[in-house]
């Protein structure tokens, strides 16, 4: 860990060698530690610390951005430099953001577990003992990852924010009794004390062993049941890559589904979506890569499109103000919500399937998703780990995986209800880590327009 004070005190020194109009630094540090299994047993572990400082100089109508991994007094003057002389050499009238300054309050979550930032490496391969034994004797492939990070924004305003931030996660594919059998477990939280590892592989074992001599099915309009993990995919395609439709660029380029009917009715009246990332039971953070505080945004409620997340500049340019969403530059995508949240139903995952005629429980989507038109959610995938056809409300077997390419705009417009039970996702993407509280939900129908005959 660098330390609050030394943090602040290289913002210090950056703003000290920053000649523009307005600067901007963020500093995001992390400590990764990750434990692998392959074939039931433990064969990696690896640390990695890594640090980079971002510079953002508004100049003379310009904007310069630079990183540095030297926190060196001279790798921090150099920086800071490097930002101003390319805010120079590109000025061309870009409007300066308001930007937070000293004023500005966050609200009160708890970031940090000492119980996670003391999970060394022998503590790791016990709880990933504990995942092999849940397992067993189904052999499980994966990884227990414990992260300790350090999170901080300073300007020329006076704003001084830092947040110490813990993680710690497990994924897993356990394998069944044939080449078609897997079954995938995730789970995710700042307090490692509070994930039972055992638990996430023994429900990934049932899944593999009820996905056993999987059987085609035909194509055509399916009701569905998504299991958390295979709704979690979903949204975040519909969030973040491709599509976008929740951020406030994406409207302002008329290709958001959202944006683009703020105030219709665009999905059942029982179906609500939200952003919120103030809440303990996610991956909770008080503020943004800008130091604007983080707030809970409706993006669909009671079936309208209610809203969108906001920066600083979108914000600005909407007329309204941050809703706490910034990427840390350079950024492409505007902002993006990271946490997604869907209230949870009045009945259990059971309930949900008796109350299907024929249809499909999908446990999760393959980890690539063809995002295809952002103004219809429309996005093409596959199943994986666990695909089961459900007739008269039972289980009657595994299918193979099937392709879906559907429109999610109609789709929640069938939204038939979600479960009591709500579980944490992450994508699993590293570059790109986000997580989501999501229940199981029924959708009414969704297009399979394939089945794949491999696993």
């Known amino acids: ?15 000290k060698a920053s000649r523009a109009d307005q600067t901007e630094a963020v500093l995001a540090a992390q400590t990764l530690a990750l434990t692998r299994i392959a074939d039931s047993e433990v064969h990696q572990n690896v640390e990695e610390d890594t640090a980079r400082l971002t510079v953002r100089a508004w100049k003379d109508g310009g904007l310069g951005i630079a990183s540095t991994s030297d ?17 120079r050499r590109r000025s061309h009238a870009v409007l300066v953001p308001p930007l937070p300054g000293t004023k500005t309050s966050y609200p009160s979550l708890k970031t940090f577990h ?28 994966g990884n227990v990852r414990v992260g300790l990070q350090e999170y901080a924004v300073g300007n020329s305003n006076g704003l001084r924010a830092y947040a110490p931030l813990t993680y710690a996660g497990a994924v897993c594919v356990v394998r069944g009794a044939s080449m078609y059998a897997s079954g995938y477990g995730m789970a995710i939280h700042r307090d490692v004390k509070k994930i039972d590892f055992a638990a996430v592989a023994r429900g990934a074992a049932e899944t593999a062993r009820k996905a056993a001599d999987p059987l085609p099915i035909p194509r055509g309009d399916y009701q569905v049941v998504l299991d958390p993990p295979a709704l979690s995919l979903i949204l975040f395609q519909l969030s973040f890559r491709g599509l976008g439709s929740f951020g406030a660029r994406a409207m302002e380029e008329g290709r958001s589904f959202v944006g683009g009917n703020l105030g219709q009715l665009i999905a059942a009246k029982n179906f609500s979506l939200y952003e919120d990332n103030v809440d303990n039971t ?38 309204t103000t941050s809703t706490g969403h910034a990427m840390p530059s350079p950024n492409h995508y505007g902002p993006v919500p990271i946490s997604l949240v869907v209230p949870a ?12 005629k024929r249809g499909l429980l999908i446990t999760r989507a393959h980890g690539y998703v063809s995002p295809i038109d952002g103004k219809t959610g429309t996005m093409s995938g596959t199943t994986r780990d666990g695909t089961f056809l459900v007739e008269n409300g039972e289980i009657v077997g595994p299918v193979h995986n099937v392709r879906w390419t559907a429109s999610f705009l109609d789709a929640f417009k069938t939204f038939e209800g979600a479960s009591k039970e709500r579980s ?20 009414g129908r969704l297009r399979i327009n394939d089945v794949q005959p491999q696993a």
């Open 1 to 15: 860990m660098i330390g609050r004070d030394k943090v602040f005190g290289m913002f210090d020194q950056v703003l």
């Open 282 to 319: 996610v991956l909770p953070m008080p503020f943004d890569a800008e130091g604007s505080p983080k707030k809970r945004v409706a993006l669909i409620e009671n079936g309208k499109a209610t809203g969108v997340v906001h920066d600083v500049a979108s914000a600005q340019r909407a007329g």
């Open 424 to 443: 944490l996702q992450f994508t699993d993407e590293l570059w790109f880590p986000s997580t989501n509280l999501l229940p199981s939900i029924r959708l």
């Open 71 to 87: 926190l060196s007094a001279a790798g921090l003057r150099a920086v800071a430099e490097r930002a101003v002389e390319q805010a």
């Open 345 to 356: 139903g009045e009945v259990t995952r059971e309930q949900l399937l008796r109350g299907m």
């Open 114 to 141: 000492d119980s996670t930032a003391g999970c060394d490496e022998q503590a790791r391969r016990i709880l990933a003992r504990a995942l092999v034994e849940g397992a067993a004797p189904n052999l499980l492939a």
